[in-house]
């Protein structure tokens, strides 16, 4: 299942569709939280350098949808570094960038000129042939063993999505170097601290859980309970709608499936948004947000959750609908 899941998500991620959660981020911190995952992810024999630029601009991106950008760079470099010694070297900087420094980037898009953030992952190892830097990008292409080739096809979604580009730099023999650039924003970065301050439900809150998979409401529910939650279960929209109307008082958050049959969970959205338009509500599908909800994603409280989720992006998406 996590296999799958996780194919999901880098296809999702290669068309530039996937489900993002955005927000100010700090791109060093974003990295620095993930160091040890890095450190751990590759050969002892690689040292892995960090050179992270000082008093960098915000950008607005998805911190975890970053964080699978810069693991798809470092883990690649340690496939290419091998089994003997060899370095990785990341580096942040804040650039500004005119028309003609941006043309050609990848994924093909025009980018406007200004203030960017530059991700630099270099490494020592074997380089990429002429003939393949074309496709590596290719989904399902893939020079290793083992593995489905989206990691970097998927890279190039993230990077669509949050408007970025990369450059590819390589000498076969002397190692591979990627620069990353993404639209640096404005504005103050929200502490951790003060973003878990407001994005928690009180022990014995009241949950409106609503899919119509027995399998997936039984699982979300103990997923909920473990968070010391009181969960009200509903397997339609009908139904939840009736519930709701039952206990609309007391109900402190709604999580709900978006394909159901009687009555879907775009329509049972409207009618509870109607009766409380400040409830947070997190609308639940395999799909696309852009294919099945976006209409209903800037009414009142509503937040996206791709299925199938993780016991983590789950509390991530709770917290999110909390703290908007």
């Given amino acids: 299942m996590a296999k799958a899941t996780e194919l999901t998500r880098q296809m999702l991620a290669y068309s530039g569709r996937g489900s993002f959660v955005v927000r100010l981020q700090d791109l060093n911190t974003v990295i620095r939280e993930m160091t040890d995952l890095l450190r751990a992810s590759i050969s002892k024999k690689i040292r892995l350098e ?3 630029g000082e008093g960098l601009p915000p ?3 998805d911190a975890a949808q970053v964080q699978q950008v810069v693991l798809n760079l470092v883990t690649n470099a340690s496939d290419a570094i091998g089994s003997g010694e060899g370095t990785i070297h990341m580096a942040t900087r804040a650039l500004d960038m005119d028309a003609g420094e941006l043309r050609g980037l990848l994924p093909d898009a025009t980018l406007p000129p200004g203030r960017y953030l530059e991700l630099e992952v270099s490494d020592t190892g074997c380089g990429i042939p002429a003939e393949l830097r074309a496709r590596i990008f290719d989904p399902f292409f893939t020079t ?9 096809a998927a890279m190039l979604g993230i990077l ?17 170097t990627y620069h990353l650039y993404l639209p640096a924003a404005s504005g103050q970065v929200e502490s951790r601290e003060e973003r878990e301050a407001t994005r928690t439900l009180p022990e014995g809150s009241l949950v409106l859980l609503v899919d119509d998979e027995p399998a997936v409401r039984e699982t ?4 909920l309970r473990a ?16 519930r709701f109307q039952a206990e ?14 009687r009555m879907n969970g775009r329509e049972a959205f409207l009618a509870i948004h109607a009766r409380r338009p400040e409830l947070p509500v997190l609308l639940c599908s395999g ?13 009142g409280r509503a937040h996206f959750l791709q299925k199938p989720y993780t016991l983590k992006e789950l509390r991530r998406a709770m917290a999110e609908a909390l703290g908007s």
Avoid: N, W, Y
């Fill in 50 to 52: 960090m050179e992270l």
């Fill in 59 to 61: 950008l607005e991106a």
């Fill in 287 to 299: 799909f696309d947000s852009g294919d099945c909800a976006q209409d209903v994603l800037g009414e």
């Fill in 144 to 152: 290793k063993h083992t593995g489905h080739g989206l990691g970097l």
């Fill in 160 to 176: 669509r999505g949050h408007q970025g580009g990369l450059r590819l730099e390589s000498e076969v023999g002397r190692g591979t």
């Fill in 227 to 242: 968070m010391k939650l009181q969960v009200l279960e509903a397997q339609d929209g009908q139904e939840a709608v009736e």
């Fill in 248 to 261: 609309a008082d007391r109900i402190a958050l709604v999580v709900m499936d978006l394909t159901m049959p």
């Fill in 220 to 223: 979300a529910a103990e997923a």
